[in-house]
């Protein structure tokens, strides 16, 4: 199973929004909306931020927020924080019974 | 409080065996869904194996088919991974995960125990 498409980096000012993309195919992203997004700072674990394409859990802020169209879910922040900087996972439920990762991005504020 | 705390991590030589755990707290264990998640040094994430929590469905990665064994003792809140034939791309930081009953994401993790495959 290959792993998911992200962008290598992304980068915004204090304030703006950002999308990471998240492209994978008809047998996982674009067969189930089982897509989940996972922020992970240097040296933690990753902390759950979206599942099941557009879900935040308890505790998330809103401005974290999922979409999918197709084979490409995405990833928006916005009101972009100095906190945010760190790199982003997506993941998706594949048709062999498997979970498949990104490559991973880093978000760099500005 | 859920904690979830790895252990048994070190290095080892290709070819070798390990066996990692995970020893679950604050949430019922026996009916949670357990997962074992890695990080090469520098790399991304990947999934590696998925139980149920009675232990009558699990998964693996391509990659760790039939060279890893993942089981749980719920009596002991604890999830295993037996790791055999190991390679130097075995080399990462294992975690463990659940989401609890929900399957293919992950809420709870533990902080990880480094696993490191070199002669």
């Known amino acids: 199973q290959s792993a998911l498409t992200q962008p290598a980096s992304v980068s915004g000012s204090p304030g703006q929004s950002i999308t990471i993309s998240c492209t994978g195919t008809s047998s996982d992203v674009g067969g189930y909306n089982y897509v989940s997004w996972y922020q992970q700072h240097p040296g933690k674990a990753p902390k759950l931020m979206i599942y099941?394409?557009?879900n935040r859990p308890s505790g998330v802020s809103n401005r974290f927020s999922g979409s999918k169209s197709g084979n490409t879910a995405s990833l928006t922040i916005s009101g972009l924080q100095a906190e945010d900087e760190a790199d982003y996972y997506c993941s998706s439920y594949t048709n062999s019974n498997s979970l498949v990762f990104g490559g991973g991005t880093k978000l760099t504020v500005l | 409080e859920v904690q979830l705390v790895e252990s048994g991590g070190g290095l080892v030589q290709p070819g070798g065996s390990l066996r990692l755990s995970c020893v679950v707290s604050g949430f019922t264990f026996n009916s949670y869904n357990m997962n074992w998640v890695r990080q090469a040094p520098g790399k991304g994430l990947e999934w590696v194996s998925y139980i149920s929590g009675s232990s009558s469905t699990i998964y693996y990665t391509d990659s760790v088919k039939g060279r890893f064994t993942i089981s749980r003792d719920n009596a002991k809140n604890s999830l295993y991974l037996q790791m055999n034939s190991l390679r130097a791309e075995d080399t990462a930081v294992y975690y463990c995960?659940?989401?609890?009953?929900?399957?293919?994401?992950?809420?709870?993790w533990g902080q990880g125990t480094l696993v490191t495959v070199s002669s």
């Open positions: 099941d394409v557009s």
């Open positions: 995960a659940s989401a609890g009953h929900a399957q293919w994401l992950f809420y709870y």
